[in-house]
């Protein structure tokens, strides 16, 4: 997909499309795991999965930020046709990669279950919960090499075939995830068992393919020889962006001991209702992932007017997205809860169906921040998209210390709704008082 010239809009579409049906079907993961655990194995088992899904979110969303960050590098030297220099970017993310995901996973296996315990997982859940998430953090380096591989294929403007990899290694997913929880009766330690062979054959297909149709991402030996230049800008552009999206998710798990505090039936109506929130969310941080190449991309080539206009483009995009959304979830929202999780409880169908009325109309918001964030990282940003993170930390530290206690769950549901609204201030205004964006302008 070429980025650097013809129609913005239609460019960027295009662009998202395959990176948004990519996320749905890489959350097709975890909700087909829900769904079949929730019919086969009850509420309980959904709450297991539910009372450490935060702790396993901020361990991907590092790394999904490490691999992020490591592609912008990429996709600027793409941008600016350096392929030497992208080659050895690519070398270096490689080398990267594994010293960030090996310290990660030794870090999760000594702490998880002092963690659980720390986040007050109740203890008739507690091993449950235990069980499934130790298997999906000793193999946490499959999430990363998947990540970082279709990352560095979107960095050269490909991002359809990382779809056709997870739309088949998906279905793998939904046949195991029978195969070991209904018919070994393995459960939820099944689940987590399916999504890693899932995911392992993605990034197996994803190695094929650079290897014999994406050649100019393949590293020769000398790419590997120490650059400190390049290796400064790739740890400092990826660990910015694995601490942005860890401190969210660090945030998340502040606000988990509240949210277990209030018992299973609550946790498992939160579990349903944020699976329903991420599917929803896609079109927004998919339009965001877009944006963040895109800059990247004509950030390297100086096409300035196009990257102002491709982020204005952004922000009508999810404008637009969340309008839709109102109409089509707000009625249906007990429904749709009912479909993921299989409950019939009315607290677990009516906690999840208020959460997610109260979120979706913010979505314009946080469409805002997401793409504000990653066109800011594209630019070669790295305190003000963590700044950001630091508002939702502190916000959701406030809600999890003052408000949870007095308002219950009524507080989780408008933790972050308000505090997307602070955020979306700060980012917007520090993109349009960066230099860069008012480079190729008068007098500029």
Known sequence: MDLLHGPILKSLLLFALPIMASRVFQQIYNTMDTLIVGYTLGDSSIAAMGACSSIYEMMTGFTFGVGNGLAIVTARCFGRQETDRMKKSVASCIVIGVAVTLVVTILATIFMHPLLRLLKTPAEILEESYSYISILSIFLFVMFAY????????????????????????????????????????????????????????????????????????????????????????????????????????????????????????????????????????????????????????????????VRKGI???????????????????????????????????????NGARYLRVAIPFFFALGLVNCSRLALQALGEKILPLLSSFIELFGKIIFAMVFIPRYHYSAVIWCEPIIWCFMAAELVISLYRNPYMRKGKSGN
């Open 147 to 306: 990540n970082l591989c279709s990352g560095l294929l979107r960095a050269i403007g490909n991002s359809f075939m990382p779809l056709v990899f997870l739309i088949f290694s998906s279905l793998v997913n939904i046949v195991l995830d029978l195969l070991f929880i209904r018919t070994f009766g393995m459960g939820v330690r099944g689940a987590a068992i399916a999504t890693v062979i899932a995911q392992g054959i993605s990034v197996v297909l994803c190695l094929i393919y650079i290897v014999t149709k994406a050649k100019i991402l393949l590293p020769e030996k000398r790419h590997f020889a120490l650059d400190r230049g390049l290796y400064a800008d790739l740890l400092a552009q990826g660990f910015s962006m694995g601490f942005m999206s860890s401190i969210i998710y660090v945030g998340s798990i502040v606000l988990q001991p509240g949210i277990n505090s209030l018992g299973y039936e609550t946790i498992a109506g939160h579990t349903a209702a944020r699976k329903l929130f991420s599917f929803s969310m896609m079109p927004l941080s998919s339009m965001a992932q877009a944006v963040n190449t895109y800059v990247a991309q004509n950030r390297g080539a100086d096409n300035w007017e196009r």
């Open 312 to 350: 204005r483009y952004a922000y009508i995009f999810c404008f637009s997205v969340t309008a839709c959304l109102i109409l089509l979830v707000t009625p249906l929202a007990p429904t749709m809860v009912h479909l993921i999780s299989g409950s019939s409880d009315p607290t677990v169908l009516g």
